[in-house]
Every structure is written in structure tokens, then in C-alpha cells.
């Protein structure tokens, strides 16, 4: 017997079966419906994606005005760093083993020499110029630097065949430039006999490789914009094949900074004002340095004033590249050195006790440069 309260009411088990059956036709649309959608998100992703590719591809043209410097200038206004006469180099600390972690630079790779716009003319209007020197001027205004370089640096230190005052001038301002770029900058030009690329290999450290190309580690961080603890495995560092050797002259206050390729030409770096002793005192003839010290202590020899180390009143600044005579002329010249000094307005004059004075920015410099044992200082009158 059948409860009236259990009987359907009209109508409602067709209502029922009505909603049953709508439900079961919306989950038979669903799947078609969420494939529709996926598809065009696909075809509209692939449509964006490569709108925007061939917008990041495309180049982009950009007109400028040109100016029109000197042909030796324009070939050399790449150089991404400047070290020589001003720039500071890295202070000494003990390298660390190399760093898992990449540092953010890294040094450029080797290019082609670069070609310049401008068409070559006649840098001098001295009549009387070597026709290797307008050679050489006109080779770096052609962009071909290294050969430019070599060919100038010949002639600046060909003592048979002197230059001009004016000319020597021009050689050392032009060479200059050019070792921004060639030498003292990140990037590696290729045919350089002075540069090499080394790759960072395991356990390495900068303080280990720098001594195979006889030069101070600190050169290399400068010139690679890195910091010796954070070099690692498989990076390409610019090495510079040293040593470095100095030729002071002291009949016009200069220091020359040369290096020599690997058939003993020598090629000018860079130049460096200096002072002297006084009274003439600086003995002449060749030196070896021996010893690079930072923040040295010294003793006055004339009145027993002891300066500590790091002493802001210390008159041999903050730098000591220590000589030794290495030929009968000057192998009882004891004591002499290269440093730094506390008076800049004593370069150019004879004002020290008998050694080579710098100012601050430049005996830091060649600091970094001078390799103990194996850099020459040659003082001539």
C-alpha cells in the first residue's frame, strides 16, 4: 500500500527527468567548449609571439650627425677605459680560489681592428717629418693600430734617427690614445704580440696566472674590470705579455713606460711626469726593480724621522718600487726607488733625496705594472 504522501505529485518525475537529462547534455558540451578555447588561446599566443619576435629582430636605424676629428683621434675613440696619468689601480688583497658564481662583466672577445671613416691626411705640417712617421700616423688614422703603434714605436726609441721635440710630442700623445684602447681597455685586439686570452681553468687563481706573463696581478684586474676572488672556471681573461720596462729622462722630467714584443721591439705604453733629486742627485745608468712595497714605512737617512706605515705625512707616499743597480755604473747606487710623494707641486723640479718621485694617480699606476725581478728602469741625463 502506497502512502499518499509517497506518491509523485503530477508532473514532477517528467521534471525531474528533464533536469537529469539537460545536466547530462551540458557535461557532453563541456569538454568541446574548453577544447574550442584552449585552441584559440594557442593560435592567438602563437600570432602575439611572433608579432613581437620580429619586433625585437628587426633593426633598428638611427641617424646621426657627423663631426669630422682628427683621423688619429677617431680611430682610437672606442677606448672604454683610461688608465694612463690618472686612473687608480685596484688595491692588493689576497686572491680567493675561484667563485661558483659568475661575475656581472666580462672581458670582450677578440675583434678585428677596426677601420676608420675617416680618409687619411697628412697629421703634421712639418716638412721635415720621416716618411715613417707620416707612415705611422697615417696607419692608425686607417684604423690599422697595431701596425701604427709598432711603427711609431720604432721611431720614437730609434736613437739613431731622433725625432723632433715636436714630433716625439705628437708619438707620445697619439700612442696614448691608441693603448686606451689596445691596451689599457677589455677588449682584445687581434695581431697584438702584447696581448694574449687566457681561460680560467680549475683551482686557478689570479695571483698564480698574472706571474706566467710577468706582470702584477693588479694590472690584470684593472684591465679585465674583475676582482681577483671572483674569477671562474672557463672565463676568458685579457692577459698582457710583460714584463714592463722604464726609461726616465731626466733632462725633460718624463718617465716612458715601454714593453717589448717577442723580437725585442719595444713599444711605447704610456708617459709619466716625474721629479728628481736634487742638485742633480739621480744617478744615471741601468736598474732592476727589486722590491714593490704598499704603504711603506720609512726612516729619513738625514734626520732619523721614522714615518710608520700608512702615515698620511710619510714623504714617500703610499708607494716603493725599490732599485739595484745591475752594471758597474750603478751597482753601488744603494737606496734608490720610484714612489710616491706627499708635495705633487715637486714633480718637474729637483726636489728629492736622489729617487724618482710620481704623484699619486701615477706611481699607483705603474705599480700595478713594474714586476719585481723582471722589470728595467733605465735613467739617462
Known sequence: MV????????GTGRKYMSSVAMRKRKSAKLPWVIAVVV????????FWWNSNRHHETSPTVTHTTQTHPSPASTAVHEAS??????A???QPHTPAPQSPTPAPTTPDPVKPLPQSPVAPTNPTADANAPESFIRGMRLIADGKLVDGRALLSDLYFNDDKPLSPVQSAQVRDILSQVNQKLLFSREAMG?????AVYTVEPNDRLANIAPKYNVPYHFIETINKVDARRIWVGQKLKMVNGPFHVIVDKSDFRLDVYALTPDSHKVYVCSLPVGLGEGGSTPVGPFKVVSRL???????PRTNQTYPPNDPKNPIGHYWLGLEGTDTTTQNA???GIHGTIEPDSIGKEAS?????????????????LYEGQSNVFIRP
Open 3 to 10: 502512502l499518499s504522501s509517497q506518491m509523485a505529485r503530477p
Open 39 to 46: 585552441i584559440l588561446a594557442c593560435v592567438g599566443g602563437y
Open 81 to 86: 677605459t683610461s688608465l694612463a696619468g690618472g
Open 88 to 90: 687608480s689601480a685596484t
Open 191 to 195: 695581431g697584438d704580440p702584447l696581448i
Open 294 to 300: 704598499e704603504n711603506p714605512g720609512w726612516t729619513n
Open 334 to 336: 744603494k737606496s734608490y
Open 353 to 369: 733625496m736622489g729617487c724618482v718621485r710620481l704623484r699619486d694617480d701615477d706611481i699607483k699606476l705603474l705599480y700595478s705594472m
